[in-house]
């Protein structure tokens, strides 16, 4: 069985055509802006397209094709909105379809971080019990309780980057709130508590590299940002008694210098029997989202889909 | 169908012998000291033989029995530890089932937030994602996401008592920790905040009273109360957007005065997708556990359970 997955990113698709099992036999990536979601969408699919050539079959001959978006969605065909990627509410599949030419039934669409959960799930056996958290630009996070992805009333469990972690002095999120986690610890916030320390504009990749440098400055703000990550996992883990917190995105890169700061405060936070918690880099690696639409779809296709 | 239902407390055990939708045909309440758990559950089944006497039958032709108890327990037979009943590890059914006379399959335990829980979900209709929080003398909490109760890896899931809500002025915690919602917002903590407030020795039952006829310092010590809940429950919301809290537990009639400040610091603190929850008193009442006992014992026996 081959199936198609688009990893749709705020600045870039990923797609591939992959077997059943996560063997990627061929891939596309490629700079596409958000704004317009149609033509984003149709670009994505020729995409899809270029790699289903590749591997020698057609588009419609594909088991499936499953969809990560950087977006809230109801984990069957409707994206509710995205913030980042300035998008309202709308249905993925008339955009995707015809483009595809195959049944509407056989494409899926997953919200980004949730896709990676459902891929830690059958990819990576991640085990029944996690938290997965990507910290990038932003935070985000989805929860798998007992085995099955938590989804929430409205599609919107597992925001993570938006428990709050500082009541003393907090700042601003895009959210609209104070005080959140993303305000605190993602790559923007990493970069402006470096401004602050004094790094000039070194951003969180550059923070990372001067850390390692023995720069005890740019430790001095890994170490900040680590204990409100630490801060939030120990709520999180306090409700949902995870064995493991998998970490994504460019600044799981500095997990090794974030994680004696993110323990120390989870500790702190942590219910003794609720601290025993393995906090690890993500196995998926830079691809995650992409092997998150193929979870997407082979869930969608075995009727596991929400 | 007859079932049996243990409701063990803290300091007084409950039970009744009921029909599998819950309506009771005969209830025994005894003030039953834990220390000795060998004697409490030898009590236990013998109020329950007198139920069953008072309803007709044997113990052994009831179809189950279900207990729910102040303790952490793996959802089958064993009880992990309670700090409150001062109980450590062991296993339950050794002690009830030859008293009650009935296959050990046929008997069911669990703790006693989580039976409420499942109680909400079984007997009132209670939603697919909720939230069960009781405030009492401690604060305890149980989640059901998507229709599921979620146990965690290590069964101790729903400890919303133990979220940190204050970090400027944090108070010990039982648990050992510092900052607890535990802390700053149970009927000790309402009695504590009560006694700075200088309203003597009034403990929450009396801080309502005096909030009632309009005492400014009761209302000012249920507000503070009310502003740590509504800042947890937003924490909770943002991770398992849930539709539904229910609030069981003594300080749960006061829940009209609390809600005010509740909603305004759950408001501040949930994302916009997040805070369409309504917050609102159990409607399984005083015998919320008992009912928990008996849907512990119901899915059981549809096995529903761990």
Redesign the interface.
């Known amino acids: 069985m081959l199936i198609g997955a688009i990893d749709g990113g705020g600045t870039k698709v990923l797609t591939a055509v992959m077997t059943g099992s996560g063997e990627v036999l061929a891939r596309r990536q490629r700079s596409i802006p958000t704004a317009d979601h149609r033509a984003y969408f149709a670009q994505g699919a020729e995409m899809l397209g270029e790699c289903a050539a590749e591997a020698g079959v057609r588009l419609a001959e594909l088991a499936g094709v499953g969809a990560s978006l950087p977006a809230?969605t109801d984990g069957r065909d409707r994206v509710?909105g995205s913030p980042s990627a300035g998008w309202g509410e709308f249905t993925v599949r008339p955009l995707l379809v015809p483009a595809l030419g195959m049944g509407t039934e056989r494409v899926f669409i997953e919200n980004d971080v949730n896709a990676c959960a459902l891929a830690e799930l059958r990819f990576a056996h991640g085990?029944?019990?996690f938290i997965w958290m990507t910290v990038s630009t932003g935070i985000g996070?989805a929860?798998v309780?007992?085995g099955?992805l938590?989804?929430?009333?409205?599609?919107?469990?597992?925001?993570?980057g938006?428990?709050?972690v500082?009541?003393?002095t907090p700042r601003a999120c895009g959210?609209?709130?104070?005080g959140c986690l993303e305000a605190h610890a993602s790559g923007t916030a990493i970069g402006r508590l470096a401004r602050a320390a004094g790094l000039g504009d070194a951003d969180a990749k550059r923070v990372e590299q001067l850390a390692r440098k023995g720069d005890p400055a740019a430790a001095t703000v890994l170490a900040q940002a680590g204990r409100y990550i630490g801060?939030a996992l120990?709520?999180?883990s306090?409700?949902?008694?995870?064995?493991r917190v998998y970490i994504g995105g460019g600044v799981a890169h500095a997990l090794d210098l974030l994680l004696p700061s993110i323990r120390e405060e989870f500790e702190?936070?942590a219910?003794?029997?609720?601290r025993?918690v393995v906090i690890e880099q993500t196995r998926l690696g830079y691809e995650a989202a992409l092997f998150g639409a193929a979870a997407v779809c082979l869930d969608g296709l075995a009727g596991k889909g929400c």
């Open positions: 809230m509710l085990g029944d019990n996070g929860v309780a007992d099955r938590v989804r929430g009333a409205g599609f919107c469990a597992g925001e993570i938006h428990v709050k500082e009541f003393a959210c609209g709130g104070c801060r120990a709520m999180t306090n409700v949902l008694n995870p064995e702190r936070g219910l003794p029997q609720c025993n």
